[in-house]
Structures are given as C-alpha cells and as structure tokens.
C-alpha cells in the first residue's frame, strides 16, 4: 500500500511525520536502465557508490537549467 501511495508503511501506521518513500521497487521489464544501474551500484564499495552519487548529484544540477 505504502509503495502505491509514494510513501513509507511508518507514515501510514501513524510512527512518523515524514510522509516520503523509504524504499523504491523498480521493475526490470518497466525501466531496465534503472534496473540495471540498480544492481550495478548494489555491487560497488563505498568509494564508487560516494562517486558515483556524486555524478548523479551533477546530473541534476544540470538538468535544473
């Protein structure tokens, strides 16, 4: 229910404030990219995962202008 809703399941029972998504179920056969790069970066250590948020951060930043 929570997923549905965009939210997490300790919102919906009234345990915090914080009505944002704590988890996020990507489908392969939906968004194969995003599913690959999900995998993928589950398999990094801590200095590529840090680099690799990094890129992202970037990414976003760009697409902001």
Do not use: W
């Not at 965009?6 to 599913?35: Q, W």
């Not at 790069?37 to 690799?52: D, F, M, P, W, Y």
């Amino acid at each position: 229910m929570a997923q549905i809703l965009n939210t997490s399941a300790d919102y919906l029972m009234g345990k915090t404030e914080r009505d944002e998504a704590d988890t996020v179920l990507v489908r392969k056969d939906e968004n194969p990219e995003i599913f690959e790069i999900s995998v993928g970066a589950s398999q990094l250590n801590e200095t590529q995962k840090k680099r690799l948020y990094a890129y992202y951060k970037k990414m976003c930043e760009m697409k902001k202008k």
